[in-house]
Each structure stands twice: as structure tokens, then as C-alpha cells.
């Protein structure tokens, strides 16, 4: 029945209510928490004032910040007035920015902050379609005299003026969703070096989802560590889409600096990253080692080498004798356990490396210091296909 992303939304509300924490953000240093009925009451608010300042059904909105609750509150906004979601990175160009704008005819940018903000400014004049900029973090940004910038706190506050005459209006709105309506676009490289659009409905998104739990099942006691920019197919699956599907919960670290810090306190379930970042990982490891002690490096070298034999044994067909089965005992105890704990890899079970096939040695490493690495396979085309089964496999 809860076949849209705002659907969900309201079922977990009436499930959970303020009984269960949804989110999490790290702010100077302290997590605040978020239950789901305080995002069901943010969404609703930003849905009727979107909607007061002129979005309407079929229009197309964008997206660009960092992993924050506001973007995942955003998102779950638009779709619920009916309006598809672009995802744009806050790394990228401006000529990327300017592409995806004009090929998408974007009437309304969400923006995270004053930088963001001046990014769009400086190519407004090429953005005709362009009417209105909402931003969420006003620092920097109060003495701007723009008539196209509103704060997301001010379109809220007509959200809220507009529910006291039409209490009924948003769930009516999200009640003419459909699994079949478009969610999101994503974006691919094209053929002609411009960024290809492929609308995504929730069916696609919410099976993609499904696809990956068959492998890994993900529980609503779960937490996930939300780093990668939602505009991400497995961001707006594994992350966005298993959180209101299946009620594991977000968290967003404060900031990129901190957020190797904030995942080790997290310590999640499930995780997903790019199979470069994973290589990064490996590599920045074998680098601290190897600027140890005399002894860390030794009881490292030691301890890998029969984690490896452990994690070659059905390649190499022989069993392990009792005394290495004691030292890999011994090792996870002393060595890798402390190294899982450093990188918040100690309660994780699902973990999935996208985007670009991992190396073998990368996956070799992460299963000879206890963490399953599998490869997930899946595109904006065809959704999540595949899971590298659990079952240790050769790697080549």
C-alpha cells in the first residue's frame, strides 16, 4: 500500500510516532535526535510552504548540499506536492550545474548554505527557468537582497499559517502519489561528455532496495552513517530508501573532517561506498602501519598473515591447524578488533563497496581482518542486480 517515499514516511509516523528515533545529526559535537514524528511535522510544514511559494505537481526540483536531515526533509517535501528530485554534488563544477539546471528546466534550488548559494547566483543569468532559491543554513546570508532567496525556515512558517486553514491538505497530497510517479533523476556520464537525466519512479527505487535485503536483510534496529551525497543511486537506496522502507536508522556526521570520528561512534550496520574510497581505506591503513613501532608493525604483519590464510582457506583447499585458528583468535582480539573499532567497522554486517568494481586485494584485506566486503552491482538503469554472495569466493 505505502507505495512512494512520502507514503512511508506516514506510516512510520503512525507506527513509531515519537517512540523511535528516525535521525540523527551531529551538531558541535552532540547528536540530536529526531523521531519520526518530528520529520513527518518538518516535511509537512516544508511541503505546504513549497507548495504556498508555487511548486507544483510535475515540476522538477534540485537539490545541493552535504548528507544532511534538511536534504532527506527536502526530498520527502517536493515529492510529496508531486515534484521529482535532483540531486546535485557540491563538489562539482559550475558548468555541471549550469548543465543539469538548464537540460532540467529547475524552477527551485534547495541550498545548503551561503557557498552553495553564491554558486548559484554567479550563473542565475544563464538559468532562465530559475525563479526561486531556498536556503536552510542563513549564516552569511541574512543581508542578502535577492529577491529569488527565501530561508527554508520562512517557507515553513507559511507551511504551517497555511495548515491552520487546510489541515487535511497534505496527506491528501500524498495520498495522489503513485509507485509509478518519478522520484528522483539521476544522472550519468553521456556519450557526448553532458550528464544524461534517467528518472527513477519508486517502484524502481523501493525494489532496489528489496534486491539488496535479499542478500543482507537490513532491521529497523539498524543504523547507517549517511556520507556520501544523496544524489547517489545506492545513497537514495541502501541509505534514504532502507530508512523509510524498513526503519533502520540515519545518522549524518557534522561535517566531512569529522566524519571518520562520528562513523567510529556510530560503529553501523550497514554501509556502502564507492569502491574507490574502500581502496583509499586500505591504503591509508597499511600507511599508519607501516609509520608504526618496530612492534605494531610486527604484530600487524603477523596477525594479516594468517588472516589471509583464513580468508584463502576454500582457494587453497587445506584446513588450518588448531594453533593458527588460536593465533587468528588472538589477533582479532589484539590487533584487528581495535583496527575495526578505529574506522567504525565493528558491528558492521552489511557491507557493500559500489560504483566501480573493488580490487581483489582490497576485499582480500577487509576479510582477513573480519569484515565481509562484498560487491554490489547495480546502476540507475537496472537497479541493484546483484550481491556478491557471503560465502568466500576465489578473487580472481
Known sequence: MEDTFPKLLVRNYQRWGARKVALRKKEQGIWKEYNWEDCYQKVKALALGLETTGLARGRKVSILGDSNPEWLWSELAVQTVGGAVIGLNPSGS??????????????????????????????????????????????????????????????????????????????????????????????????????????????????????????????????????????????????????????????????????????????????????????????????????????KRTLFKRSMSIGYKIVDLPAEGRRVSVFKRLWYLLARLAVFYPLKDKHGLNKARAVYAAGNTVSPETRRFFGAIGVNLQQIFGSIEDGIVSVQPEEKLRLE
Request: hydrophobic content about 35%; charged content about 25%; overall charge negative.
Open 94 to 295: 559550475l558548468e555541471e550545474f549550469k548543465s543539469v539546471l538548464q537540460q532540467s528546466a529547475t524552477e527551485l534550488v534547495l541550498a545548503q548554505d551561503q557557498e552553495q548559494v553564491d554558486k548559484l547566483l554567479e550563473i542565475k543569468d544563464e538559468l532562465p527557468s530559475l525563479k526561486k532559491i531556498v536556503y536552510w543554513h542563513e549564516k552569511g546570508l541574512r543581508r542578502y537582497e535577492n529577491p529569488i532567496l527565501v530561508s527554508l525556515a520562512d517557507v515553513i512558517k507559511l507551511g504551517e499559517e497555511y495548515e491552520t486553514s487546510h489541515p487535511e491538505h497534505f496527506e491528501e497530497s500524498i495520498a495522489l502519489g503513485k509507485g509509478d510517479d518519478v522520484a528522483v533523476i539521476l544522472y550519468s556520464p553521456g556519450t557526448d561528455g553532458l550528464p544524461k537525466a534517467v528518472p527513477e519512479t519508486y517502484k524502481f527505487l523501493l525494489s532496489s532496495v528489496e534486491s539488496a535485503g535479499l542478500r543482507n536483510p537490513i532491521y529497523e534496529d539498524d543504523e547507517y552513517v549517511s556520507v556520501m551525497n544523496p544524489g547517489w543511486f545506492f545513497e537514495q537506496t541502501i541509505g534514504f530508501g532502507a530508512c523509510l522502507l524498513l526503519g533502520q536508522k540515519l545518522n549524518f556526521p557534522e561535517k566531512s573532517d569529522t566524519a571518520p570520528q562520528d562513523l567510529r561512534e556510530i560503529s553501523p550496520q550497514t554501509l556502502v561506498y564507492p569502491s574507490i574510497v574502500w581502496d583509499m581505506i586500505t591504503s591509508g591503513i597499511q600507511e599508519n602501519i607501516a609509520k608504526g613501532t618496530w612492534l
